[in-house]
């Protein structure tokens, strides 16, 4: 038997156990997940993390009542009691009727493309391979010119195989499993000033062969650290902000943070009312891809076991669609979604980041997003911010502990243009954007 046949014959019996001792319904996700990591810190090895794990989660509906349990103990005779006293303490609750399974409908029409997800490389990677990928991650930080001004560097290499399988009592059953692979690198320079600034770099994935190489992780990290040497704070004003496609991803998550199905349902939207309206630039359109191969959030299911399938989030900036599960869709008497995004992709431009910023002259292009908040209730946002100032379309001067604020529906109106350089590694596929008029603290 396979191991993902074990994991499913486990949330089978879970199930099956649970409503033995009196569930109507049940869902049980049985999880097992490697872990292995190792960093590296100014020619010394610093730490090796190696951790196999395995899980069950059940979800729980007795007599109109919910509970959510898990435990690592998968032997059947721990499972009998412990779903025993779970099925006990959950009659203890108040009751819900919105808890319930997903209707079987929408478990329908499961996609079984290939979604190559799983490397099968990274089970022949050894410690040594890991080593020397980080050794070569920090060599290759520490001979980039002007390396003399460098501190410290620490390289990492961590890696992750994940399987699970889910099974619900209404019909669902459903086999997922995927790797991960990311190499990092973080480096320390001295400042005239005596400040200590840091930057790094980094790149992950489903498969470590379509990543960069670990020297060009290295080299990228120690020049971004180098080149905030002498950022001070730039003058405040209105003005054009580019911002980087490697960090781009933070103001987007704060945007869509305004989208769940519980932001709505609990009144803490300033998205409430808004689907099929345009609140952003034409330029922004977004779509939800979870069946694109090799995503770093690809999925045939979400965590529900609705069938996942592509949708569109924002088309010439009109808002497509929120991301609500079962439970609230039935709170708020709408159709649910999906709980949450996976995959984002975006329609991009024509040009990359060098031109889009000599079209903007002049102006701001942040690389780094520091603290700050955003309230998803009213819009409002407040970012710490470092970069570069921009003068007659090439990188100028850098700075720090600038300050962006405003309000999203009048930011994203004001998106003037997108780049064709999304970042890959992540699973938003943010590209440089521009925006202008954007109020910008500085001294």
Partial sequence: MSKQQDLLEAARAAVATARKHGAKDAAATATKQREVSVDWRDGKLEKIHEATSRGLSVELYVDGRFGVFSTSDLRPEALEAFLARSVAMTRMLEADP????????????????????????????????????????????RQVRGAQAIISVTSGVSDTAHESARVASNGFEGRAQ????????DVSVKDPSGRKP?????????????????????????????????????????????????????????????????????????????????????????????????????????????????????????????????????????????????????????????????????????????????????????????????????????????????NHLQLWQHLVAIGNDPWPYSAARTPTMVFDGVAVAGT
């Fill in 98 to 141: 919105h808890r319930r399974l997903p209707e079987p409908a929408f478990y329908e029409g499961r996609s079984g493309v290939d979604l190559e997800l799983s490397d099968p490389a990274l089970s022949r990677l050894q410690p040594a391979d890991r080593l020397r990928l980080a050794q070569a991650i920090e060599s290759a930080a």
């Fill in 198 to 406: 840091e930057e790094g770099h980094f790149a992950g994935g489903r498969f470590l062969a379509a990543l960069p190489a670990a020297e060009t992780i290295g080299r990228e990290a120690a020049e971004r650290a180098l080149g905030r040497i002498g950022a001070k704070k730039g003058a405040s004003g209105q003005m054009k902000v580019a911002v980087d496609a490697r960090v781009a991803g933070r103001l987007l998550r704060f945007f869509m943070g305004a989208m769940t199905g519980a932001s709505l349902q609990q009144k803490q939207s300033f998205l409430e009312g808004k689907l099929g309206q345009r609140i952003a630039s034409e330029l922004l359109s977004v779509d939800d891809e979870p069946l694109l191969p090799r995503g770093l959030a690809s999925r045939h299911y979400d965590s529900e076991g609705m069938t996942a399938k592509k949708r569109p989030v924002f088309a010439g900036g009109v808002l497509r669609t929120y991301f609500i599960d079962t439970y609230y869709g039935r709170k708020l008497g709408v159709a649910p979604t999906t709980r949450s995004p996976s995959n984002l992709v975006f329609g991009l431009g024509s040009k990359g980041r060098d031109a889009l910023l000599g079209d903007m002259r002049d102006g701001l292009y942040v690389t780094s997003f520091i603290g700050g908040n955003s309230n998803g209730t009213t819009g409002d946002f407040s970012l710490g911010a470092g970069g570069f100032l921009v003068r007659k379309g090439a990188i100028a001067e850098p700075v720090a502990e600038m300050n962006l604020s405003g």
């Fill in 178 to 185: 995927g790797t991960q692979v990311f190499l990092s690198g």
